[in-house]
């Protein structure tokens, strides 16, 4: 069973403008992650955030962590063509031993 | 460092048949984790290896089997394949078997049922 749900399901954007997905979630955690995939490829790890932190940067991505509302967001700033893929949001939660749990992901397409 | 490396990347298998697909973790990383991933229901984990010990176990069938060899290399089969099988089975590595870090994905191998 997926522990995250993810929304937008797809989102379509033009070259420059800022990307948000948002990633919620059922269980207490001990980290969250954001990976990146390209289409039928294996996932790219982009940040994870712990569950004592509320935000996090790297390069142009921004995330935010509400453990209140369990729920995340992953902000693209300034997104370029080259950031079209599929995002997901996986967590590593208290009592799921070593396993992560990913979301149903967010496609991403970045108009040139 | 190279990254995982699974094989065989495609394959195409009949109903009833079983296959055996691998995975080499990047060198020194000794966990090994199995995930399936489908259009419909998405990614879900398979199980988990550490030091040739199955850690963890999702909610697959008996059909679903793996191995961790001691060279951190690892196995996994499915016996008696069924049409819901096709997906794509993507490995990933960590540096130890604690729940928290980055996991490294290999590229996958795509398996198809008919």
């Known amino acids: 069973s997926q522990q995250g749900e993810e929304d937008p399901q797809a989102l379509s954007i033009q070259e420059g403008e800022n990307a948000t997905m948002n990633c919620s979630y059922k269980t207490s955690i001990n980290n969250l992650q954001w990976y990146r995939q390209n289409s039928g490829r294996g996932l790219v790890h982009l940040i994870l955030?712990?569950?004592?932190?509320r935000e996090k940067h790297s390069g142009r991505l921004r995330v935010t962590l509400d453990t209140s509302k369990k729920s995340s967001s992953l902000l693209i700033t300034a997104s370029r063509a080259a950031d079209t893929a599929s995002y997901f949001c996986?967590?590593?939660?208290?009592?799921?031993?070593?396993?992560?749990?990913f979301g149903g992901g967010t496609r991403l397409m970045v108009k040139p | 460092k190279a990254g995982v490396t699974q094989t065989p990347r495609y394959l195409i298998k009949t109903r009833g048949q079983q296959v055996t697909l691998s995975c080499s973790p990047i060198s020194g990383h000794r966990s090994v984790s199995w995930y399936q991933q489908t259009p419909g229901q998405g990614l879900q984990f398979l199980f988990e290896y550490f030091s040739e010990t199955q850690r963890n176990k999702g909610n697959f069938p008996g059909r679903f089997s793996g191995r961790q060899f001691s060279n951190s290399r690892s196995e996994m089969n499915v016996s008696t394949l069924e049409l819901g099988d096709s997906a794509l089975y993507l490995c990933?590595?960590?540096?130890?078997?604690?729940?928290?870090?980055?996991?490294?994905f290999g590229e996958g191998s795509r398996l198809t049922v008919l």
């Open positions: 955030i712990r569950s004592n932190e």
């Open positions: 996986a967590t590593d939660a208290n009592n799921a031993g070593n396993m992560l749990t």
């Open positions: 990933a590595s960590r540096m130890q078997g604690g729940n928290t870090g980055e996991l490294f």
